[in-house]
């Protein structure tokens, strides 16, 4: 089962409240099933090294669009 959150507004989310929420999908996870998360941004705001390292600890897979102008990537 795969839970892609997208759009910037979970990159606004404090490191705590991604933690949570990762550690809640974790509890759900049984050994016939996998609850896998995804965040997809245009990374227009940075991602904080805390929300980094949670993603890396999480096995969160992060998808970044590029679909502006050249200039802006």
């Known amino acids: 089962f795969d839970i892609v959150l997208h759009g910037g507004e979970p990159t606004l989310w404090p490191a705590e409240r991604m933690r949570a ?6 509890a759900g ?4 099933s996998t609850i896998c998360v995804s ?3 245009n990374a227009f705001r940075p991602l904080g090294r805390d929300t980094l390292q ?3 600890y999480h ?3 992060l998808g970044i669009s590029i679909d502006g102008p050249r200039a802006m990537h």
């Open 21 to 26: 929420f990762l550690e809640h999908v974790a």
């Open 29 to 32: 996870n049984r050994p016939d």
């Open 39 to 41: 965040v997809q941004t």
């Open 54 to 56: 949670l993603f890396r």
């Open 59 to 61: 096995g969160v897979r």
